[in-house]
């Protein structure tokens, strides 16, 4: 996955190593159990984090300053078609990883925190003067994790009735309400649609 993180956060409420604990664990936010290490590496490696202390902000009627740490703003960017399977669980994980880190500046802290999951148009990423587009990325991403495997798809996931999606290697629960594809007598499971149309391209298979 390849993402551009930018949290808001008062000015001097985390010292420069707090800052950096917290930006590791943004990076380091995608489940363990969930992707292959060979995806994960790679994906951690494409994302970017960036904590911004703004010298005014204001919220509200009141101004938010360094001796006030209740209040956190994160944007994060992803290319658009990854929005909808991953909104949900990026908020919740975004949230608890901020929670953490202003509780262990202040014991107190009850942070008011904003999480914003932005789509990037297909075509609007660029790297080294290059347009990407998400089936780009996905490559970027996946590619090493791909040739691993090459042969030994579809490739089961962690838990029973589990598989990792041959596209993006996100685990897929093999259930009634599954995306799936049959092919050659194997049953392939997808986070999304667009990945299943990928990969029966890839597999001139009909859907």
Same mark, same amino acid.
């Given at each position: 996955?390849?993402?551009?993180?930018?949290?808001?956060?008062?000015?001097?409420?985390?010292?420069?190593?707090?800052?950096?604990?917290?930006?590791?664990?943004?990076?380091?936010?995608?489940?363990? +159990?969930?992707?292959?290490?060979?995806?994960? *590496?790679?994906? =951690?490696?494409? %994302? &970017?984090?960036?904590?911004? @202390?703004?010298?005014?902000?204001?919220?509200?009627?009141?101004?938010?300053?360094?001796?006030?740490?209740?209040?956190?703003?994160?944007?994060?960017?992803?290319?658009?078609?990854?929005?909808?399977p991953v909104r949900e669980e990026m908020v919740?994980?975004?949230?608890r990883i901020i929670r953490e880190a202003a509780r262990?500046?202040?014991?107190?802290?009850?942070?008011?925190?904003?999480?914003?999951?932005?789509?990037?148009?297909?075509?609007?990423?660029?790297? +080294?003067?290059?347009?990407?587009?998400?089936? *780009?990325?996905? =490559?970027?991403? %996946? &590619?090493?994790?791909?040739? @691993?495997?090459?042969?030994?798809?579809?490739?089961?996931?962690?838990?029973?009735?589990?598989?990792?999606?041959?596209?993006?290697?996100?685990?897929?629960?093999?259930?009634?309400?599954?995306?799936?594809?049959?092919?050659?007598?194997?049953?392939?499971?997808?986070?999304?649609?667009?990945?299943?149309?990928?990969?029966?391209?890839?597999?001139?298979?009909?859907?």
């Amino acid at each position: 996955m390849m993402l551009l993180i930018e949290l808001y956060l008062p000015s001097g409420v985390l010292g420069a190593p707090q800052r950096e604990r917290l930006a590791r664990r943004l990076i380091a936010f995608m489940d363990e +159990d969930e992707h292959s290490p060979t995806v994960l *590496e790679d994906s =951690r490696a494409l %994302t &970017q984090v960036l904590l911004l @202390e703004p010298q005014t902000w204001v919220a509200g009627d009141r101004t938010v300053s360094g001796h006030d740490n209740a209040r956190y703003v994160a944007r994060v960017s992803v290319p658009a078609p990854w929005v909808k399977p991953v909104r949900e669980e990026m908020v919740q994980r975004f949230t608890r990883i901020i929670r953490e880190a202003a509780r262990e500046a202040d014991a107190d802290a009850d942070p008011r925190i904003w999480v914003e999951i932005r789509g990037v148009r297909d075509g609007s990423w660029g790297m +080294d003067g290059q347009t990407l587009s998400t089936p *780009e990325i996905e =490559r970027l991403v %996946t &590619q090493r994790r791909r040739e @691993e495997v090459r042969g030994r798809v579809p490739v089961p996931g962690p838990r029973p009735a589990t598989v990792h999606d041959p596209i993006c290697d996100m685990v897929v629960e093999l259930d009634d309400a599954a995306i799936t594809l049959v092919h050659a007598g194997e049953t392939y499971g997808y986070c999304t649609k667009a990945c299943r149309a990928r990969h029966a391209e890839e597999l001139g298979a009909a859907i």
